[in-house]
């Protein structure tokens, strides 16, 4: 069993920056991805962005790349997510999740197995 655990979430303005932090503990050596996920009010659950641990590489969504920037600490067991140039279109509950190798496809929910509680972002315009 594994612990993932979001912090940082919060209210900003339209433009502000905000950074989300994922704290991952338990067994994690099974995940072979690792990323973010978002749900907006009566929406479904969409990606956002994930890392693949052993190649490094990193995914996002089309609606926050160029804005939104994951990072990992490995050493800490930490999972990043920096927000930039924030709209009321981010606002959202905000989940770190993770996934076991697999072919479903890296932007597909479906993929992650572990799932933090997620964290509140709201943005005001």
């Known amino acids: 069993q594994a612990q993932l655990v979001e912090s940082g979430g919060g209210l900003v303005q339209t433009g502000d920056s905000l950074e989300l932090s994922c704290a991952a503990s338990?067994?994690?050596?099974?995940?072979?991805?690792m990323g973010w996920c978002r749900q907006a009010p009566g929406k479904e659950r969409e990606f956002v962005g994930s890392?693949?641990?052993?190649?490094?590489?990193?995914y996002y969504a089309d609606s926050v790349k160029g804005r939104f920037t994951i990072s990992r600490d490995g050493a800490e067991g930490r999972l990043y997510l920096h927000m930039g140039s924030l709209t009321p279109e981010d606002t959202a509950v905000y989940y770190c999740?993770?996934?076991?190798?697999?072919?479903?496809?890296?932007?597909?929910?479906?993929?992650?197995?572990?799932w933090g509680k997620g964290t509140q972002v709201t943005v005001s315009s």
């Open positions: 338990g067994n994690t050596f099974r995940f072979w991805n």
């Open positions: 890392t693949v641990y052993n190649t490094g590489a990193i």
């Open positions: 999740a993770a996934g076991p190798l697999s072919t479903t496809p890296i932007e597909a929910t479906r993929a992650y197995s572990d």
